[in-house]
Structure formats: C-alpha cells, structure tokens
C-alpha cells in the first residue's frame, strides 16, 4: 500500500503537468466555447466537492452561488461599465458573502437537515431573481459584453476568452488543491470521519464548516461570474434547483472525494448533453437520471475512484 500511494505522489506532477499543456493546446483541436463550458462546470462541482467530498456536508443550494455571481457579475459589466476581471471578482465576492449568510442559517444542522435548508434558501434567491426586474425575470440578463481583459485583450475572440476561462479554472483548481493538502484540510477531513472526536480534540467545528461552505461558495461563484461572460447571459437556469441536482451528479459520477473526479463527471455530463440534446430532446433528463442510478449501484466510487482502486489492486498484486 505504501508504495502505491509513493507510486500516485510521484505521478501526480506529471499528470497534472500533462492535463496543464493539454488545456494550452486544446483550443486549437476542438471547439472553443464547449470547452470553456467544461471548465466552468469542472470549476463548479469541484466547489461543491470540496463540501461534499472532503467535509461531509450535503447541500442542495450550491445552484443560488452560481447563479448569484453570473447576474452580478453581468450586471457589473453590462451595466456598471467594469472590466471583466473585475466582474468575476464582484461575482465571487457575492457569492462569498451569500454562502456565510447560508453557512450561518445552516451549517449547525447536519444530514438532511443541512441540505433542506439549503435548498429551501436556494429556493429563496431563485424567486428573488425571477421577481427582481434588474435581473430580467424570465428572460434573463441578457446582452453581458465580454469586454477587454485589463482593459487590453478583447474577450470577443473566442481563442483569448477560452485562457481566461482556463486561467480562472487553474486558479481556482490550485486553491482546492491546496486547501485539502492543508493542515486546513486534514481537519475538514477529521470532521468528516468523525465529528465527534474533532470537537473532543478543541476544534471549533462549526467555525472550520462555515470557513468551508463560504470557500466552497466563493469558488462556484468564480464559475458562475466566468460562465456569464463566455455565453453573454445570465438565467434563471443557473439558479433552478435543477442545476443544484446536477452538480451532485457531476461529482459523484466523477469520483467523490477524488481531486480530478468532478472534472471528468462534468466534462462527461456536459459532453453527454450537448451530444444528445439534438436527438433526443427533453429526454435528455431522463437519460441523466438512468446515468446516476446506474453510477450508484455499480460505480459506486465514480470514474476516477474505480481507476484509482483498480490500480491500488494492481499495485498491491
């Protein structure tokens, strides 16, 4: 077992130096605007894995910080004339600030108790927007130019919109990364096995969940405001609690628990999506919902949790 987990150290800077320049030349082979969606759903459930996967927390709200961060951050551009860094940066704080008031009502229940009231305050800021005439109700906010980066680089190019697309997903990857090889993370992780024995130890568990879920907002908001720039709009979709039920898809397809696995179950979900939202139409829910059951009665690890137990086995043989 030892050396298998040498074996995964040691690997883990090259695989992640390969997907690095494979996300560099990537645009040049398939279509720009697919990938850039991609990445701000792998950003997104990688957020939500961080609750889920490394504190145990379940929420069914995590839709309200996408969403939330897409209309500020349209609504800054559009309408407040700033520049598109600073929009994403005005869509993550929002939705930083949304996930304390959320962690606050919240984060003292457990179960689904927590992931309730979640979506009942999700639920909340879903009616909100749709009432709010700022936002554009059903129709959305529409019309968000991409604008020039730093006030130099127009994002109207599809080409310099997908790096800042993929320079946001790096940054927000590398702030995960780091979180959850933290002496932060291996206390998430403690709460996570066994709460109990955290508290018994002096730690303020409450206080390391709420730093969490507002972390976990703030990075699915980084997505929500960077989506909102690549497709010019915000809309209540981002905000339904059907895309709250999505991202939990997402992750557990991928591999809870798993640093890469949300990246493969969007990248996955997304790609099944846009395959078949020709030809089969509203269907294409249905499709989804036999996907999930299928991963949780055979896969239960995910994707990338069966390969990793696969080659545990193979490296303990």
Not at 38 to 51: E, P, V, Y
Not at 72 to 98: H, K, S
Not at 277 to 300: E, K, N, P, Q
Request: proline share 3%; with cysteine; hydrophobic share 55%.
């Amino acid at each position: 077992m030892n050396n298998t987990n040498s074996m995964f150290a040691r690997a883990t800077p090259l695989l992640f130096g390969a997907l690095f320049v494979i996300g560099l030349v990537a645009p040049f082979a398939v279509y720009p605007t697919f990938l850039m969606k991609i990445l701000c759903f792998g950003l997104f459930a990688c957020a939500f894995n961080l609750l889920l996967g490394f504190v145990g927390l379940l929420s069914f709200g995590h839709a309200a910080f996408l969403g939330t961060a897409g209309y500020i951050c349209g609504m800054l551009v559009r309408d407040a004339g700033v520049t598109p860094e600073l929009g994403i940066i005005g869509g993550t704080l929002a939705a930083g600030v949304l996930g304390w008031v959320f962690g606050v009502l919240a984060i003292r229940r457990t179960g689904i108790y927590f992931a309730m009231i979640t979506l009942a305050l999700s639920q909340m800021v879903y009616f909100v927007v749709l009432q709010w005439k700022a936002t554009g109700g059903e129709d959305g906010l529409q019309g968000v130019p991409r604008g020039h980066l730093f006030g130099l680089i127009d994002l109207s190019n599809n080409i310099a919109m997908y790096y800042l697309v993929f320079a946001v997903f790096c940054i927000g990857f590398f702030i995960i990364y780091r979180t959850i090889h933290s002496p932060f993370g291996q206390i998430l992780k403690a709460i996570r096995e066994n709460e109990p024995r955290a508290i018994s130890l002096g730690y303020d568990v409450a206080k390391f969940k709420l730093l969490a879920f507002v972390l976990s907002a703030s990075l699915a908001g980084m997505a929500g405001a960077t989506k909102t720039l690549v497709f010019q709009l915000a809309s209540l979709t981002d905000v339904h609690w059907h895309m709250s039920g999505e991202v939990v898809l997402m992750t557990l397809l991928g591999g809870l628990g798993t640093i890469l696995g949300p990246l493969v179950g969007a990248a996955t979900i997304v790609s099944l999506q846009t395959e078949l939202a020709d030809s089969v139409g509203s269907w294409v829910t249905v499709i989804m919902g036999v996907i999930f059951v299928i991963c949780v009665l055979l896969f239960r690890r995910g994707i990338v949790g069966e390969l990793q137990a696969l080659i545990q086995r193979a490296g303990i043989r």
